[in-house]
């Protein structure tokens, strides 16, 4: 296993902004994790977990620690279901199942990222999360130091949550396992493929490819990590005195509450597309998102989501919560 010095991070994640790594380490086997883990404990070093950096901002400083990214690899199909490693690429994963008749996941198509990453956001879209076919996961806990299997339901998913994010460090997911169907049918309950109830597997994948481009920002041209912001999850009475307010504002029914389309509340209730920082912006077709120009650094990005923070909360007297991890 290579330990390489000051190796720069904001390559490694869509965002494309970030300072380097003190020491970064790639690990393609188990075996490479726990000698990357054990180097950090003998040389008393914090880690960073990192898969395709979709959903991180690292800070102008870099991290002053030990950076692990994960690359192990394989793919294989069990039946119905399809089993792969956690530095496989998510869509390809996607790809794969979309290609063998397998639904599922096709509604997943197109988030950027690992497979490993997945069950740790429970990434979601159009209708369909990650714990709607995760079958279980392979993990090394750093607790036992022993590889464990979770299933589904020891996972403790939630709204773009899971046990590995209300216990962070002490799972390091290295395979993952989906439960998918040859006798699917489309899930068009999300209302841009409200039409979609007879296409085919493979024509829905191309159609939540299409909505996706539309909505979020070339990341060829521009940096981003998809929706910064987490769909706030409020009271009941909270959700009836913005819908006096606001008839036609999205609402659903959440675990803890009614989950409210942040999104909407941005785009008609504050009138903040196109709010900008330095070189980051709200997205002007999704106002959830946040997009970095190349010449944006992290500070843009964070005095700009603290600013969007400021106004909802003193408008709308709602707390609102970044998805994206924000790595100081």
Not at 13 to 40: C, K, M, N
Not at 85 to 98: I, Q, S
Not at 223 to 243: C, D, H, I, M, Y
Request: glycine fraction near 10%; proline fraction near 4%.
């Amino acid at each position: 296993m290579l330990i390489e010095e000051q190796v720069p991070l904001g390559p490694l994640t869509t965002f494309r902004i970030g300072g380097p790594a003190r020491y970064f380490a790639r690990v393609r086997t188990v075996e490479e994790l726990q000698q990357s883990l054990d180097y950090a404990r003998d040389q008393n070093l914090a880690t960073l977990i990192l898969g395709g950096g979709s959903n991180v901002l690292i800070s102008d400083a870099g991290f002053d620690g030990l950076v692990i990214k994960i690359e192990i690899a394989g793919k294989a199909g069990d039946g119905d279901t399809l089993i792969a490693g956690a530095g496989e690429n998510w869509d390809a994963l996607v790809e794969r199942a979309v290609a063998d008749g397998l639904w599922g996941i096709e509604n997943l198509s197109g988030i950027p990222g690992t497979v490993g990453a997945a069950p740790v956001q429970n990434i979601g879209a159009y209708g369909s999360e990650v714990k709607d076919t995760l079958a279980w996961v392979d993990a090394f806990d750093t607790h036992s130091g022993t590889m464990t299997r979770l299933s589904n339901a020891e996972c403790a998913f939630g709204y773009r949550t899971s046990r590995f994010k209300k216990e962070p460090g002490r799972f390091v997911i290295v395979r993952a396992a989906f439960a998918l169907s040859k006798n699917g049918e489309p899930n068009a309950s999300y209302k841009d493929l409200a039409d979609c109830g007879k296409l085919n597997i493979t024509q829905i994948r191309e159609r939540v490819l299409d909505v996706r481009s539309r909505k979020f920002p070339d990341l060829s041209v521009e940096g981003t990590a998809g929706s910064f912001f987490l769909n706030p999850v409020v009271s009941a009475q909270k959700a009836a005195e913005l819908l006096a307010e606001y008839p036609d504002l999205p609402q659903f029914k959440a675990e803890n509450g009614v989950k409210v389309s942040l999104a909407w509340l941005l785009d008609h209730a504050l009138e903040v597309k196109g709010l900008s920082v330095g070189g980051a912006r709200l997205f002007e077709r999704q106002p959830l998102v946040i997009s970095a120009s190349r010449t944006a650094r992290s500070r843009d990005v964070i005095e700009l989501a603290q600013k969007v923070a400021d106004l909802v909360q003193d408008k709308l007297k709602i707390k609102i919560e970044p998805e994206v991890k924000i790595i100081n």
